[in-house]
């Protein structure tokens, strides 16, 4: 999956990125589905906007949090991004950015693919909300493992 090592340079990339901009980034990544999901059919997407939900992402104070969504099991990945960010930012755009990164994850590069995916999202972050005030971290910059 990911290493200690990949872990702590994503989440140290999560860290100096948000210092450039007022967006909150958040990695999840599920080795697979529950059951009941598996069941119900639930579908990489669906996972990833209940995921956003449960971890509130979507109550930052600028409605600017990304929820960066990695299956291992079904080398699916998904950005899920809060009302402020699809102002600016279309789905497609965010679609586009998910197709390259999937490229990594099918060599089984997962900690190198979500390292670029963190870099990419920052990168459209910092263009579309530089960061101006003094803000607080409102979202760890933790990597979530299940």
């Not at 450039?20 to 997407?45: P, S």
């Not at 963190?118 to 409102?138: C, D, G, I, Q, Y």
Request: overall charge negative; some cysteine.
């Amino acid at each position: 999956m990911i290493s200690t090592e990949q872990r702590k340079l994503i989440e140290t990339a999560i860290n100096q990125s948000e210092q450039k901009h007022l967006g909150e980034i958040k990695i999840l990544v599920e080795t697979q589905l529950e059951i009941a999901d598996l069941w119900r059919r639930t579908t990489v997407r669906e996972r990833a906007l209940d995921a956003f939900s449960q971890l509130r992402l979507w109550d930052t104070e600028h409605n600017i949090g990304v929820l960066l969504y990695i299956l291992i099991a079904e080398h699916g990945f998904e950005i899920v991004a809060d009302r402020g960010i699809s102002e600016k930012i279309p789905q497609a755009e965010w679609e586009q950015l998910s197709t390259r990164i999937k490229d990594n994850f099918s060599n089984n590069d997962f900690g190198g693919g979500i390292l670029r995916a963190v870099e990419m999202v920052a990168s459209h972050l910092e263009k579309h909300f530089p960061r101006s005030v003094v803000k607080t971290n409102e979202v760890s910059d933790c990597v979530i493992l299940r």
